[in-house]
C-alpha cells in the first residue's frame, strides 16, 4: 500500500491511498479451491490492515486489529493467507482508521470462481436476445467520500471509463460499494436482471430499473444491449450526477454498437 497522486477528474489530482498504485486496487480472480497468500507491505505514513469482506477466510485472517492482529506499522509487512473455499464476490480493504483509508483509495475486487458463467446459468430463460453467454464481467466499485470523493472506479465524470456492448451481447456487472451512503444505480434501457446478492445467488432473480447499493453491498446484475446508442448510467441521488454545467460525478455509459 503506498501514496499515489490520482487524477480523479482531467487535469485534476488528488491525494489518494493506493494498493499496488492502483485506485480502486486490482481485481483479485481465483478459483475455488486455490490457496491464496497475499502480502501487504505498509509504505504508507500511518498504521493499516487488510480485512477480506464477504469472503470465508480463518479467523487469524479478518485483518481486524486489534481482535486478530496487531496493525501494519509503517515499513511493516503481513502475510494473509487462506483457501478459497466457495463462490464469492468480495471485497478487500483497510480496517484500520477506515473512515479515512478505505474512501482515499484502500478498496479492491476479490472475485472466486467463474461469475461469468454462473451468473448466465441463473439468468437462463429470463434474459432474451442473448445465447447465454456473457461477453464481459465488469465491477463498478462506488465511493462518495475522502480525498476521491463522489466517484465511480476512482474516477469522477467526464473522467469516467464507459462501457462498451454489440446489440445481443450481455455483460455481467458487479456492484460494490465502498463509500457512505446508498447510491440508487441507474441504467438508461435496459432493466438489468439482478441475480446475486453479497456473492449469494438469489433463489429468485429480479428485474431492477434502478438498484440501490448500501455500504458494504456487492449486488451482481446481467445486463444485455438490446438497442444501439449512448445510454447513460449514474447514482440516481441527483446531486451526484448534476449540476448546472451538465453530468458530473458519479456517471458513466454503455455504449451500444
Known amino acids: 500500500v503506498l501514496l499515489v497522486d490520482l487524477e480523479r477528474v482531467h487535469g485534476k489530482f488528488v491525494d489518494g491511498w493506493s494498493y499496488n498504485g492502483l485506485i480502486p486496487g486490482p481485481v483479485i480472480h481465483v478459483n475455488v479451491g486455490d490457496k491464496v497468500r497475499m502480502v501487504l507491505k505498509n509504505e504508507l505514513p ?18 481486524v486489529d486489534p481482535y486478530t492482529q496487531k496493525p501494519i506499522i509503517p515499513g511493516g509487512e503481513f502475510t494473509y493467507e487462506f483457501t478459497a473455499l ?8 483497510s480496517h484500520h482508521d477506515a473512515q479515512v483509508q478505505v474512501p482515499n483509495g484502500l478498496a479492491g475486487a476479490l472475485i472466486i470462481g467463474d461469475w461469468k458463467t454462473l451468473a448466465m446459468s441463473a439468468a437462463r430463460g429470463r434474459v432474451k436476445d442473448t445465447d447465454g453467454i456473457a461477453e464481459q464481467e465488469n465491477m463498478m466499485v462506488l465511493n462518495d467520500s475522502g480525498t476521491i470523493g463522489l466517484s465511480l472506479n476512482g474516477k ?8 462498451a456492448l454489440k446489440v445481443g451481447e450481455s455483460m455481467v456487472v458487479h456492484y460494490f460499494n465502498e463509500g457512505n451512503m446508498t447510491h440508487p444505480m441507474h441504467l438508461h434501457q435496459p432493466s438489468g436482471l439482478v441475480v446475486a446478492h453479497d456473492g449469494k445467488l438469489l433463489e429468485t432473480p429480479f428485474w431492477a430499473d434502478t438498484l440501490n447499493v448500501a455500504p458494504g453491498e456487492r449486488w451482481t446484475v446481467v445486463y444485455t444491449a438490446l ?23 458519479m456517471v458513466t455509459a454503455l455504449i451500444v454498437s
Not at 500511518?46 to 485483518?63: C, F, K, Q, W
Open 46 to 63: 500511518e498504521s493499516t490492515s487488510l480485512h477480506l469482506h464477504g469472503i470465508r477466510v480463518p479467523n487469524a485472517m479478518d485483518g
Open 86 to 93: 466457495e463462490p464469492s464476490v468480495g471485497m478487500y480493504h
Open 156 to 163: 469522477s465524470f467526464p473522467a469516467t471509463t464507459p462501457f
Open 227 to 249: 438497442d444501439a446508442g449512448v445510454w447513460a448510467w449514474h447514482c440516481h441521488i441527483l446531486t451526484h450526477a448534476e449540476t448546472p454545467e451538465g453530468m458530473r460525478y
